[in-house]
């Protein structure tokens, strides 16, 4: 059974920095392309970040570009979301994702593979 588990979310005053991590078990997800959705209360799923198999290619979606990066350690089969500069409009839940492909894209239709999430709150 495929497991990506979320952890690193929390509440933070604006301006602040987080880092989510994305823990995958059940398979490897080493030659397959991660990213990081998000989703606040009301509001459809957003792109936030996407990294290829072998994080030779990350893109960001436009409200984060800049402020946030994805990374990944296939070593430790991880994805992580380092978030700078948090805004409250950042405050949503935010989901692991997996393709079946070395390269993804910004689409949730995309990935077969979620997490449960994790919450991050950005005060003001």
């Known amino acids: 059974q495929v497991q990506l588990v979320e952890s690193g979310g929390g509440l933070v005053q604006a301006g602040g920095s987080l880092r989510l991590s994305c823990a995958a078990s059940?398979?490897?997800?080493?030659?397959?392309?991660m990213a990081w959705f998000r989703q606040a209360p009301g509001k459809e799923r957003e792109f936030a970040g996407g990294?290829?198999?072998?994080?030779?290619?990350?893109f960001y979606g436009d409200s984060v570009k800049g402020r946030f990066t994805i990374s990944r350690d296939n070593a430790k089969n991880t994805v992580y979301l380092q978030m700078n500069r948090l805004k409250p409009e950042d405050t949503a839940v935010y989901y692991c994702?997996?393709?079946?492909?070395?390269?993804?894209?910004?689409?949730?239709?995309?990935?077969?593979?979620w997490g449960q999430g994790t919450q991050v709150t950005v005060s003001s």
């Open positions: 994702a997996a393709t079946n492909s070395r390269f993804g894209g910004t689409r949730p239709g995309g990935y077969p593979y």
């Open positions: 990294i290829s198999w072998n994080g030779g290619n990350t």
């Open positions: 059940g398979r490897t997800f080493s030659y397959n392309a």
